[in-house]
């Protein structure tokens, strides 16, 4: 898995080799649960980086059969977690809202209150891809709030890394500079805090931007990941990039 994601330790060529090689092991033994971790990890390798997206989906929908099936209850929570926003890149935003319930259901059965609050991180991020942006910001605050009771300063830049967007969308420009200066904060001392604080000063100069520009605050949705999401009218929109830190 390490090496499969956008990590100090990623390696798509040698993540590729292993996860072929274990593939063909973990079907030659019919082991189930590895073959299930292994799809998760090639549909994490695929979409995270850009390098197949489509790709990406069809190795998820593979692992969430084979999860569902033989009762892999961590695996498909996982697996239902990190799918839910590529539903939404795919124009199948129901879907997308369906697995991250389900996913924020399981996180709660097992009491695994870390993911339970990156799963709010990525409620945030679905509603903004369809802006829902009230929506968005009352998923951000819950992810906050939990983060903070855990103390997973990780999640809690993540949580804030994009919501500012949505305060942006409904001309809150002030609360938008303050989530995107909180995620900055708290991201700069998480063990990956690069990542969270590389979006959040961009977002911030266009909160800044904002208030300086002529005309109404615009309706478009906007989104991470370089796909597309759909907007409150139902088309397609561009979207940007952005991850979150993995399990290994």
Known sequence: TIHSIPSAAYEPGRAQEL?????????????????????????????????????????????LEIARENNLRERLAYL???????????AQPARGKQYNLEARAMWRELDNMPMLSGNYGYAAMNHLFAGEFAEAIAASE??????????????????????????????????????MTAAITVGAGAASGSALSAHAPHCRQRARA?????????????????????????HQSDVRGGRRARPL
């Open 19 to 63: 996860n072929d090689r274990a593939l063909v092991l973990a079907r030659a033994l019919d082991d189930k649960a590895a073959e299930a971790k292994i799809l998760w990890n090639l549909m994490l390798m695929n979409s995270r980086v850009g390098t197949g997206f489509q790709r990406a989906l069809q190795y998820g929908e593979q692992a």
């Open 142 to 179: 819950e992810g906050v709030r939990l983060s903070r009771e855990i103390g997973n300063e990780w999640n809690e830049a993540f949580a804030q890394t994009w919501v500012g967007e949505a305060y942006m969308e409904l001309g809150e420009i002030e609360a938008a500079e303050r989530v």
């Open 80 to 90: 239902l977690n990190d799918i839910s926003p590529m539903m939404y890149y795919n």
């Open 210 to 234: 904002r208030v300086y520009r002529d005309g109404r605050i615009g309706t478009r949705a906007p989104g991470i990941g370089g796909y597309t999401a759909l907007g409150r009218d139902g």
